[in-house]
């Protein structure tokens, strides 16, 4: 890890995530090595299928009748999916505090022997430990969080367990009642550092635990995708307004052209880039000027804004997966 840290500290604003330990991928022979790359170029012939691709599986737009079906019951397509799934789909986002280690008060000291998997969420087949560097840089006294489509708490559980800071609070939100409530039974939920409510940031009132310009840090992530177009730019004028002059936002969401978009089939499509997936859930993939221009135009300064690309492998069936998720922060 010698050199990596200091990466890690750089703010960036280009194109390009810092580097990190030996996952850059500098001869094609060995891309089934490891399970992920970082910072993957893509060559003109692979962005031009890709849009090939969205092209051709945005042929057939939904009836005004089924948009609007899946816009008026979002909310029963989330609690059905947590119904289902409950808490053991998505996992605990431990890499938060390399990407965001604004959410971290304290320095944790380990013994690292590996580089850190700073996006992925799984690990090396033959290697099932899990690294966790929490970097030591000042919080901005960041100790009145909120995060916004906190599910079932994959992000607010890791920041609670890492982060020590004695005035922490965690707020976080999400219009799944489901979802809440299956937050509220977790162990890990404390009432003196947490509160969980339901939320639907569309609406034009936010009735919220908190007033506004209250917040040090709102958290972001992959849930301003989940919802139609037309009201993100609202949604960032609510968090605007919540949160302290200086306040920041953390922001992380998927990228134009990923897996997840060009893996969809004809018939899917809302509205130009988003779509509605087999369960009733909504995803819109983002490029960097749209979110810099969401920000940017509810008065924020841009501190970060990048395109993460990343190459995920099974090596088992011999599998090339490209994802792309987009990333940012933003001051108030």
């Given at each position: 890890m010698e050199g990596n840290?200091?990466?890690?500290?750089?703010?960036?604003?280009?194109?390009?995530?810092?580097?990190?330990?030996?996952?850059?991928?500098?001869?094609?022979?060995?891309?089934?090595?490891?399970?992920?790359?970082?910072?993957?170029?893509?060559?003109?012939e692979q962005q031009n299928l890709a849009q090939q691709k969205v092209n051709e599986n945005s042929t057939i737009i939904l009836s005004e009748q089924k948009i609007e079906e899946y816009e008026c019951e979002a909310d029963k397509y989330w609690d059905k999916f947590y119904g289902i799934h409950e808490n053991k789909f998505f996992k605990d986002r431990h890499w938060l505090f390399t990407e965001f280690p604004e959410l971290a008060a304290v320095t944790v000291k380990q013994n690292i022997t590996q580089p850190l998997r700073t996006i992925s969420e799984s690990t090396d087949q033959d290697d099932k430990r899990t690294h966790i560097k929490i970097l030591d840089l000042p919080s901005n006294n960041g100790n009145q969080i909120l995060e916004i489509g906190c599910g079932v708490g994959n992000t607010v559980f890791?920041?609670?367990?890492?982060?020590?800071?004695?005035?922490?609070?965690?707020?976080?939100?999400?219009?799944?009642?489901?979802?809440?409530?299956?937050?509220?039974?977790?162990?890990a939920y404390d009432t003196s550092r947490c509160k969980a409510f339901i939320l639907d940031i569309t609406q034009e009132r936010w009735e919220t635990p908190f007033e506004p310009g209250?917040?040090?840090?709102?958290?972001?992530?992959?849930?301003?995708?989940?919802?139609?177009?037309?009201?993100?730019?609202?949604?960032?004028?609510?968090?605007?307004?919540?949160?302290?002059?200086?306040?920041?936002?953390?922001?992380?969401?998927?990228?134009?052209?990923?897996?997840?978009?060009?893996?969809?089939?004809?018939?899917?499509?809302?509205?130009?880039?988003?779509?509605?997936?087999?369960?009733?859930?909504?995803?819109?993939?983002?490029?960097?000027?749209?979110?810099?221009t969401l920000f940017k135009t509810c008065g924020f300064t841009e501190e970060q804004n990048l395109v993460d690309r990343r190459l995920q492998v099974n090596r088992g069936k011999q599998l090339k997966m490209y994802r792309v998720w987009i990333q940012g922060k933003y001051r108030k």
């Open positions: 840290t200091s990466k890690l500290q750089q703010i960036e604003s280009n194109d390009k995530r810092p580097q990190f330990g030996n996952r850059i991928l500098s001869n094609s022979d060995n891309v089934f090595q490891h399970n992920a790359w970082d910072n993957v170029t893509w060559n003109e890791p920041i609670l367990l890492y982060n020590t800071d004695p005035n922490l609070f965690v707020y976080c939100c999400d219009f799944s009642a489901k979802a809440i409530d299956i937050l509220k039974q977790n162990s209250s917040l040090d840090i709102i958290v972001l992530i992959f849930v301003l995708s989940a919802i139609h177009p037309d009201k993100m730019q609202h949604v960032i004028q609510q968090v605007h307004k919540y949160l302290k002059q200086g306040g920041l936002v953390l922001f992380r969401d998927y990228g134009r052209y990923d897996l997840a978009q060009l893996r969809f089939k004809k018939g899917s499509c809302l509205a130009e880039n988003f779509y509605a997936r087999g369960d009733g859930t909504r995803v819109y993939f983002f490029t960097q000027e749209e979110v810099r």
